[in-house]
């Protein structure tokens, strides 16, 4: 059992929380710091997912080469064991004992506080920082920590403060504990789609573009071409009607939808052209709406499903930019299916099942679905019409419960117009990735007034369901980067095949093989520089792909071919025809298998 102690100083026992362990450990390094960087001042220093951070303000900076020095001073404070005590204090008195202590940021978050509560602090020796607890009894109890990194974090989260330093760090209750995480730490260190896809020429990102904007390169293309097609084709084969629609739109349409008074700020800015206020789409919602309301609609038309491959621009903060995983233009497998009230059930069902065959072809088993629903409190983030979001989120519960989904809730997750179904994929690097969205809209049919006659020969409005399968592109195949580690399946890798010559004589040979290759669909490359094979077949490694063909003096008598897989080091000999029936059987795309 583990001695905690609380804000009022009452001592207790319980299991070991690593939570407070790493809470505890931050403390530790704030007063670290202050020992060694007296002028520093102190921010926010709280725990996170596997270990913790402080913000701090502090000139000349902390530089990388301080972290060792910061960790010797931690290990000082350790061995002292000093006991941490909690004490509260008036409001105003709280304020006098940190502005006496030069801490003007505990002084700007005291202010930030009710007016009617006391003030909590920990102390620790010298030490006294504003918390709300608890933390472990005594600093001897942080035994085993390690500082990880240095970076930049504005104060508060706005960019438009001052930019503080932040270190983050982690702790556990054993040696082998955090053992486990480092590895882990180097294990998706590998797994980073950036390295990857720098490596394998996937795509690039340059200044002069500017954040945030990738450009993909040949064979990232390649990917994001066959991922297009697959789920286009999927769609089509499901009734949906695919469209192209504007990237650019006036900004009454996001008045109009009700995108402006919520979104707005994730929007780039507006500009003016002649009498017309345009903007950069954040979103296709607004459009489809538009396309369903072109003609009149009967209830024989419905379910209407409308898809779109679809370029859409977000404002994401420099800093929070990273990758193919978030960005700044987005394509979106996006689609909006228009139906009567009897079909909800039916039609929900059927965009499940076909996250669930998606999700098959691609092998993934580890995911949860969350129930997203709005925060009651939250009348800013979303619309404000209590009947219409009980009615969504219960009827969207129903349908779950009936469909026999295992879900859990999250309030505060849903769309500013409706409750979602989110599905969590588990990432390799151990991330819970969003990728699969279906919501149900009762309030955009309702603002764009929509319509279809009805059996009875009355207007009757339309329920929207919004659903996106691989939800962007971009970070879909961020996703599959570091799932496979740049490894994919055949169907999907760049180049398929590589052809590797032993000397020069063998390149006739090997350019015909490779325009055969071609002509049966398969993407082949060709390796005619005057290297050793071993260097050839370990730069086709780690490359990354799938099939390699070495050709020499046998295989150009006999008319076959030598093959070798990027996992295995044994050659086998065929003819050409059958490897290429292997190569177009195994390369099939999984919705047309």
């Avoid at 520089?529 to 008598?557: N, S, T």
């Avoid at 003819?575 to 029936?581: L, P, R, T, V, Y």
């Amino acid at each position: 059992m583990s001695k905690y102690v609380n804000k009022n100083n009452e001592v207790y026992e319980g299991e070991m929380d690593l939570n407070v362990l790493r809470h505890t450990a931050s403390h530790i390094m704030a007063q670290a710091i202050k020992r060694l960087f007296p002028q520093a001042k102190l921010a926010i220093g709280p725990f996170i997912e596997n270990g913790f951070y402080y913000d701090i303000d502090v000139e000349p900076k902390i530089v990388e080469a301080d972290l060792e020095k910061i960790e010797a001073e931690m290990k000082k404070i350790i061995k002292e064991n000093i006991r941490i005590e909690g004490f509260t204090l008036p409001r105003q008195e709280a304020i006098k004992l940190m502005e006496e202590r030069g801490e003007p940021y505990k002084v700007e978050l005291i202010n930030d506080l009710p007016d009617d509560e006391d003030i909590s602090f920990f102390r620790q020796g010298e030490f006294i920082d504003l918390c709300t607890g608890p933390h472990m009894l005594y600093t001897k109890a942080v035994k085993v920590f390690k500082l990880m990194n240095i970076t930049g974090a504005y104060w508060k989260g706005d960019e438009k403060n001052k930019m503080l330093q932040r270190i983050y760090a982690t702790a556990f209750d054993s040696k082998e504990g955090l053992e486990k995480y480092l590895e882990e730490l180097e294990e998706a260190k590998q797994r980073d789609h950036r390295k990857i896809g720098k490596d394998l020429e996937l795509f690039m990102t340059h200044e002069l573009v500017g954040s945030g904007l990738p450009m993909y390169l040949p064979n990232g293309s390649t990917i994001r071409r066959l991922l297009e097609r697959y789920i286009v084709d999927k769609e089509v084969a499901m009734g949906y009607k695919h469209v192209y629609t504007p990237s650019l739109a006036n900004v009454a349409l996001y008045k109009t939808s009700g995108h402006w008074d919520h979104y707005k700020d994730d929007m780039f800015p507006v500009m003016e052209m002649g009498q017309e206020a345009m903007v950069l789409r954040p979103m296709n919602c607004p459009h489809h709406m538009l396309i369903y309301k072109n003609k009149l609609r009967s209830y024989r038309d419905l379910p209407i499903r409308i898809g779109e491959i679809a370029h859409d621009f977000r404002y994401e903060s420099s800093g929070s930019v990273c990758g193919l995983e978030r960005v700044r233009e987005m394509c979106q497998n996006d689609a909006h299916l228009f139906v009567r009230p009897d079909q909800i059930k039916e039609e929900f069902g059927k965009v499940v099942e076909l996250i669930l065959a998606v999700y098959k072809d691609f092998g993934f088993k580890d995911y949860s679905f969350r129930l997203s629903l709005r925060d009651k409190n939250d009348k800013e983030k979303y619309f404000d019409d209590d009947k219409m979001w009980e009615d969504a989120e219960s009827q969207l519960r129903e349908i779950l419960v009936e469909l026999g989904v295992d879900f859990y809730e999250a309030e505060g997750e849903a769309a500013f117009y409706g409750p979602k179904l989110d599905v969590q994929l588990k990432s390799a690097v151990g991330h819970d990735v969003t990728v699969s969205t279906c919501q149900l809209d009762f309030l955009l049919p309702q603002r764009f007034e929509l319509e279809y006659v009805g059996e009875d020969g009355e207007k009757h409005r339309p329920v929207v369901i919004h659903r996106a399968i691989l939800g962007t592109i971009d970070r879909f195949m961020c996703f599959l980067i570091e799932e496979t580690k740049g490894a994919f399946p055949l169907w999907l890798s760049p180049v398929q095949v590589k052809i590797l010559t032993i000397a020069d004589r063998h390149n006739d040979y090997a350019d015909k093989l490779a325009e055969k290759l071609e002509r049966s669909g398969i993407r082949v490359e060709v390796d005619e520089r005057e290297e050793k094979m071993g260097y050839k077949i370990r730069e086709a490694q780690l490359q990354k792909i799938p099939y390699m063909i070495v050709v020499g003096d046998k295989e150009l008598e006999e008319e076959k071919v030598s093959v070798r897989t990027r996992e295995s080091r044994e050659l086998v000999s065929m003819s050409q025809n059958e490897f290429i029936e292997k190569i177009k059987e195994e390369a099939k795309i999984p919705s047309n298998m």
